[in-house]
């Protein structure tokens, strides 16, 4: 307990203990060790995210490729078909 007299007036103050100041630094500490805990965990997962969004897109593209492709090589296919039915219709027109 420290007195100080200011003119007149005597005013007190009680000094907090030590080991009280060393609890508040110890907590700030675990407090500030959580957060960044918490922040390496979540920018983790962010990344993995990121990650996962930049797979899925990349397949999606492969897919939309596929298709197109797949649409083409039908395309590809009836033409071919028409084509011989034609010559077929032909043939058989000749033949009558």
């Known amino acids: ?6 003119g007149k007036a005597v005013a007190v103050i009680k000094e907090e ?4 100041q060393d609890n508040a630094k ?11 805990i918490e922040e390496a965990n979540l920018i983790e997962e962010k990344q993995n ?4 969004k930049e797979k899925l897109q990349i397949k999606i593209r492969e897919k939309i490729e ?3 492709n797949n ?6 296919e009836i033409k071919e078909l028409k084509f011989s039915c034609e010559e077929l219709t032909q043939t058989l027109k000749a033949g009558t």
Request: aromatic share 0%.
């Open 17 to 20: 203990p030590v080991l009280m």
């Open 49 to 52: 995210l990121a990650s996962l």
């Open 26 to 36: 110890e907590d700030a500490n675990l407090v500030l060790q959580k957060l960044s």
């Open 66 to 68: 596929g298709k197109k």
């Open 1 to 6: 307990m420290v007195n100080l007299k200011i």
């Open 71 to 76: 649409i083409q090589k039908i395309r590809d």
